[in-house]
Structure formats: structure tokens, C-alpha cells
């Protein structure tokens, strides 16, 4: 699950990225509101966590504009303003749920699976493609009645290519989903991981389109 962190702080950031990346998420930071912008709209999220305090666009402008865009993914808002007032402005400006600073990460983790788990229920939650069934929220898999185990790399990786039947993802687009945009990866990692990946749900599965990347099914594949 893939979370956009907003956030100017440099202590309280670097300890939400760690924090959340240990339960599981894959988490790109940026650090101005023009920047978190430009990621909400090139890029594709889970969900985003918002700081209000931010040197150039405040918070509440970004999920405005990020709103008036069309933009659907849950945000969860970090802010240190917490009179009632300040949190109903959020809530009709677009947030979906807000943590007062200092927020315990047990709690940010929770609170953002939570808002995935409601914005999934307007969508189908659990993947499947033929006889594979993937639970983004569960974090479980199976093939046919078998539960697999995979390590969080490899759930990653799983994840993004079954919710995208049909498109092929490069090696470069895969580290982004596993290991975020800041972090340096082996060369071979993804290599690596896609391989216990069709070890464990079958080598048929994860299709290699030579030169461009990884895919699973086609677009006419009724699977």
C-alpha cells in the first residue's frame, strides 16, 4: 500500500516514513505543498498524509486543489491546530480523518487502514486474477484454497501488478512500489523478489515482456 507522506519536518518526517515503512507501507515524502501536488497528480496512492504547516502551500490548499482536480484518494491529516473548528474546516474541505501532533505511529498506521478499508468498499477489495486472490487490507494471498506467505517486497509487488491487469510495469516503476523514491536498490532486488514470487503462486502467473517489464493477464483475458 503505497502513501504519500507531506510533510516539512525532517525529524517527525524521517520517523513516519521508518514507522509506517515497518507495518508495511511504501512511503514517498515530500517535504513542500507544489511538490505533493505535482506527486498526487502524476502519480497513483492508497492514500495521503497531510501536514497543514508546510513552507510554501498550506495543507488545506493542497487537498483543495488536489480535491477540485478530481482526486479520490483518502487523506489523513497531521496537524497541530486542534480546536473544533480548525477540524471541520478539514473535514468539509476535503480530509477524511485528522491526528493531532504528536500522533503515536501504532495509531497513523491504524487510522490509514481504516481509510483504505472505506474507500475500498466503493471499489472491489480483494484482487483475483484466475485462481490467485489477493486481500490488500488482510494482507493475505491464495492460490485456490491455499494461502501463501510472501514477504512484503514480494506482496508489493504482487499487489500492484494484479490491481493492473493488462499493463506491463518496468523494473524502475516495480522499485518505486516496493522500496519508494529516496531509497538505493540492488540492481537484481526485483529480479529476486519476482522470482519467489512465481515460485510460490506459479511461474505462468507473472508474464516478461523482454526489454519493457512485468505483467499479469492481458486486457482481453477474462481471468
Known amino acids: 500500500m503505497r502513501v504519500l507522506l507531506v510533510e516539512d519536518d525532517t525529524l517527525l518526517g524521517d520517523g513516519l516514513q521508518t514507522g509506517l515503512s515497518q507495518?508495511?507501507?511504501?512511503?514517498?515524502?515530500?517535504?513542500?505543498?507544489?511538490?505533493?501536488?505535482?506527486?498526487?497528480?502524476?502519480?497513483?496512492?492508497?492514500?495521503?498524509?497531510?501536514?497543514?504547516?508546510?513552507?510554501?502551500?498550506?495543507?488545506?490548499?493542497?487537498?483543495?486543489?488536489?480535491?477540485?482536480?478530481?482526486?479520490g484518494a483518502p487523506i489523513l491529516v497531521l496537524t497541530a491546530r486542534g480546536d473544533i473548528g480548525n477540524k471541520l474546516t478539514l473535514l468539509d474541505g476535503g480530509a477524511d480523518d485528522y491526528l493531532v501532533k504528536p500522533a503515536d505511529i501504532r495509531e497513523v498506521a491504524a487510522r490509514l487502514r481504516v481509510l483504505m478499508r472505506r474507500d475500498d468498499g466503493r471499489r472491489v477489495p480483494v484482487l483475483r486474477h484466475g485462481n490467485v486472490e489477493l486481500d490488500p487490507l488482510a494482507y493475505t494471498v491464495r492460490v485456490g484454497e491455499q494461502t501463501v506467505d510472501l514477504t512484503q517486497s514480494e506482496f508489493k509487488i504482487l499487489?500492484?501488478?494484479?490491481?493492473?491487469?493488462?499493463?506491463?510495469?518496468?523494473?524502475?516503476?516495480?522499485?518505486?512500489?516496493?522500496?519508494?523514491?529516496?531509497?538505493?536498490?540492488?540492481?537484481?532486488?526485483?529480479?529476486?523478489?519476482?522470482?519467489?514470487?512465481?515460485?510460490?503462486?506459479?511461474?505462468?502467473?507473472?508474464?516478461?515482456?523482454?526489454?519493457?517489464?512485468?505483467?499479469?493477464?492481458?486486457?482481453d483475458d477474462p481471468a
Open 23 to 71: 507495518t508495511g507501507f511504501t512511503v514517498d515524502w515530500v517535504r513542500e505543498g507544489h511538490q505533493a501536488l505535482h506527486a498526487l497528480r502524476s502519480e497513483t496512492f492508497d492514500a495521503a498524509i497531510v501536514d497543514l504547516g508546510l513552507p510554501d502551500v498550506d495543507g488545506t490548499e493542497v487537498i483543495r486543489r488536489y480535491r477540485d482536480h478530481g482526486g
Open 159 to 219: 499487489h500492484a501488478l494484479i490491481r493492473s491487469p493488462g499493463t506491463v510495469l518496468s523494473r524502475e516503476r516495480l522499485e518505486e512500489v516496493v522500496y519508494g523514491w529516496e531509497s538505493e536498490v540492488d540492481s537484481n532486488a526485483i529480479q529476486v523478489h519476482l522470482h519467489n514470487v512465481r515460485r510460490k503462486i506459479g511461474a505462468e502467473v507473472i508474464r516478461t515482456i523482454r526489454g519493457v517489464g512485468y505483467v499479469i493477464g492481458r486486457q
